[in-house]
Nanobody, 117 residues
Framework: QVQFVESGGGLVQPGGSLSISCAASGSIPSIGDMGWYRQAPGKQRELVATITRGGSANYADFVKGRFTISRDNAKNTMTLQMNNLQPEDTAVYYC???????????WGQGTQVTVSS
C-alpha cells in the first residue's frame, strides 16, 4: 500500500516563504501527474498547481509568479515553494498523485499553512 505524506507546513508572516513537500512511501506504483490542492476554513477545496511526470507545471492564477511546483521522480517526492505568502493563502494544503494507466488518485493527509502577523 502506498502512502503520500506532506511535511513542511507552519506559521509564516505575510510576505514570507515556506516550502512544503509530499513524499511517497510503501509499495509505490508508477506515478503520473501530481499536484496540490488547498482548502481554507469554510471554503471549497481549490486546485493550486499541477505537474506532469515530464515536469510541465500549471498554476492557478492566484499563485502564479509566487509559487513553484517541482518533483523528483526517482525519489517520488514533490515540493511546493511558496513565496510572498499572504493571509489569503492560509489553508490546509493537500498533495495528490495519479497512478499511471489507472483512474486511481492518491491523497496526502494535508499540512496546515498559516500566514499571519
Amino acid at each position: 500500500q502506498v502512502q503520500f505524506v506532506e511535511s513542511g507546513g507552519g506559521l509564516v508572516q505575510p510576505g514570507g516563504s515556506l516550502s512544503i513537500s509530499c513524499a511517497a512511501s510503501g509499495s509505490i506504483p508508477s506515478i503520473g501527474d501530481m499536484g496540490w490542492y488547498r482548502q481554507a476554513p469554510g471554503k471549497q477545496r481549490e486546485l493550486v498547481a499541477t505537474i506532469t511526470r515530464g515536469g510541465s507545471a500549471n498554476y492557478a492564477d492566484f499563485v502564479k509568479g509566487r509559487f513553484t511546483i517541482s518533483r523528483d521522480n526517482a525519489k517520488n517526492t514533490m515540493t511546493l515553494q511558496m513565496n510572498n505568502l499572504q493571509p489569503e493563502d492560509t489553508a490546509v494544503y493537500y498533495c495528490y498523485a495519479d497512478r499511471r494507466f489507472s483512474g486511481t488518485r492518491y491523497w496526502g493527509q494535508g499540512t496546515q499553512v498559516t500566514v499571519s502577523s
